[in-house]
């Protein structure tokens, strides 16, 4: 993205259809009934975070400055603080068995029908769950210097998206355990146990390229037209 775009400014804080990306998906979240609070965890010295922006969300939003080097140690210092702010307070009688939602910032497409969705489905699943699609593409293995060296078969094969559910003792657990993975499912399937895949759909894309920026642009404002 840096490329094209200003360097100095990180990539969730990037203009989308005038608001700042990561607004998108918070106000998503922020609007859902069963979700009681949204945290945000950014890094110790962030100073772009726009504050006066993101207050009309309301009061489930709650900043934690305790972001890590990469994702999994950023969701686990969130894990950890959050417990710090809420301690006992759960509603289930302690944080430690209360549903977490991790999502990207860098997906700002997300509908609420989605979240929704996935609560739904994963219900009381041990495991939690995660939002996915069904692979469409017919996928290529390559050799080092950019040739074929196999095609994949692509049946049961789900490209993984976010929110992720997990328990918040689970999910502490399984990232202390495999701290080195790149998505919270991973850990998760590390100790063991295997996530319940919940159908999304391509509209909740990840913002990698500049071009996807055009295009999750064109999906917010278009969304819902005929």
């Keep these: 993205m840096g490329a094209q775009h200003d360097e100095a400014t990180p990539k969730q804080y990037l203009p989308l259809a005038g608001q700042p990306m990561i607004r998108h998906a918070l106000a998503t979240l922020c609007a859902i009934p069963a979700i009681v609070n949204v945290f945000v965890v950014l890094a110790p010295d962030d100073v772009l975070w726009p504050a006066a922006q993101m207050a009309a969300l309301g009061p489930k939003l709650r900043i934690l400055r305790c ?4 994702r999994a140690q950023s969701v686990v ?3 950890r603080a959050m417990a710090a702010e809420l301690g006992d307070a759960g509603e289930t009688g302690g944080i430690g068995n209360d549903w977490v939602l991790v999502h990207d910032a860098a997906r700002p497409c997300l509908t609420a029908a989605m979240v929704e969705r996935l609560i739904a489905e994963v219900g009381e699943d041990d495991a939690g769950g995660l939002l996915a699609v069904p692979v469409a593409d017919t996928l290529k ?3 080092e210097g950019g040739h074929v060296l196999e095609t994949v078969p692509r049946e049961s094969l789900w490209q993984a998206q976010t929110p992720q559910m997990f328990r918040h003792r689970l999910l502490l657990e399984a990232l202390d355990f495999a701290p080195r993975v790149t998505d919270e499912a991973s850990a998760i399937e590390a100790l063991g146990l ?3 895949l919940v159908a999304a759909d ?3 894309l990840k913002v990698t390229y500049p071009l996807d920026l055009q295009l999750a642009e064109w999906i917010l404002q ?3 037209k005929p």
């Excluded at 972001?67 to 990469?70: N, S, V």
Aim: no cysteine; glycine share 22%; hydrophobic share 20%.
């Design 194 to 196: 295997a996530p319940r």
């Design 202 to 204: 391509v509209s909740n």
């Design 77 to 79: 210092n969130g894990l």
């Design 222 to 224: 278009n969304r819902g």
């Design 141 to 143: 293995r390559a050799y």
């Design 67 to 70: 972001g890590g080097e990469t």
